[in-house]
């Protein structure tokens, strides 16, 4: 039987949406997670990650970006793996993995489509 210690670290560049994760949370199942410091959720802009609690052995992101982000490769453990969707209007996932040398290779997952990741003025101007 494998053991797996596993965090989850939402981003949000929103405060009031943030906010709303966390009051929704709490009355959810996964209050306990939150509790217990298993889940928490950042107020942070989702294309520079969550450096305080790096490496990660996995990042996924939820949100398209045009390129790889280099703050996201930083944080992944050596053997870890990101996922995230490439793109403006066609986009790909694309599968990360920081190699044990500390090199990277890139596959190509599926075709996906992703509402974009911008910066916090972006996402409230609605661009």
Avoid: C
């Amino acid at each position: 039987m494998e053991v797996y210690n596993l965090r989850d670290l939402p981003e949000e560049h929103i405060p009031e949406l943030a906010e709303s994760s966390v009051k929704n949370i709490e009355k959810s199942e996964a209050a306990t997670l939150l509790r217990e410091g298993l889940l928490s959720i950042h107020d942070v802009d989702g294309r520079q990650g969550w450096s305080e609690s790096s490496p990660y052995e996995a990042i996924h992101v939820g949100a398209a970006t045009p390129e790889i982000p280099p703050a996201l490769i930083d944080q992944l453990k050596s053997g870890g793996r990101l996922v995230i969707p490439i793109g403006k209007s066609s986009q790909d996932l694309k599968v990360v993995d920081k190699n044990a040398d500390g090199t990277i290779s890139v596959r190509t997952g599926f075709s996906v489509r992703y509402v974009p990741l911008t910066s916090r003025e972006a996402q409230l101007r609605g661009k």
